[in-house]
């Protein structure tokens, strides 16, 4: 019988960063943050695993900017087309496999990517599948605490593409005085952008609220997009497409 077991006597390969901690020199936990940091390539292939191997033949190179600042957890702004799944439902993950390096926007500034960016999100928008705008999702516990546990504190702006003729009086019942799933709706701000577009400013709505409300006053919805979560627009950014949060933003 013919013994198929790897033989690791010949293995000529070492961890990726004990490699580097010899070459820099550095220490091994330095080395470790310039790999996961995005910062070293291996044979012009960028590598961001510390246990990695490679052999004493590979070319390894460390980028001219490389930093060993703490990689801190990100927050991500996506557009969500129509159809994906917006974390509403139990059809499989939320959008998720609509984050990767090639629909990061272009059209936005934005930092290095790195494969951990999308390992342990959470999703804090949801948002319907046949809905389309913007998602928010991060690993940052500040921004998941101010948008999940005070969700009742944060507007968000949907745009409903609606069809019907309006009852009377119905923006003002609209704004304030109809209800959903037996409760009163708070007041929320409501107005028409064009002839057959309804701008809706509520805090924290819910799955089916905005049909619902329209449906009460004789319309009927075509379609949903939410253009704002907080203080942070979508604007420009591409159907389909993400980019990080700034520094500088706030919700």
Known sequence: MTDTTADTSTDNTVRLAKRLSEMRPCSRREAELYIEGGF?????VVVEEAGARVTMEQQIVVAPDAT???ILPVTILLHKPVGANGGIGKDGSPAVHLLNPASLTRSAPGQRFLKRHLVNLTLTTPL????????VFTQDFRVSRKLVDEAAKIEHEIIAEVTGDIMENGLALLNHGLPFNGKPL??????????NRLRFAPKNPKPGQIEHMCKLVGLTVVSLKRIRVGRIAMSSLPVG???YLQAHERF
């Open 128 to 135: 319907e599948t046949h809905a389309s705008g913007l998602l």
């Open 40 to 44: 070293v390539s291996v044979d012009g």
């Open 241 to 243: 497409e993400w980019r």
């Open 186 to 195: 708070p007041p929320m701000k409501v107005s028409w952008q064009n002839e």
């Open 68 to 70: 060993l600042f703490e």
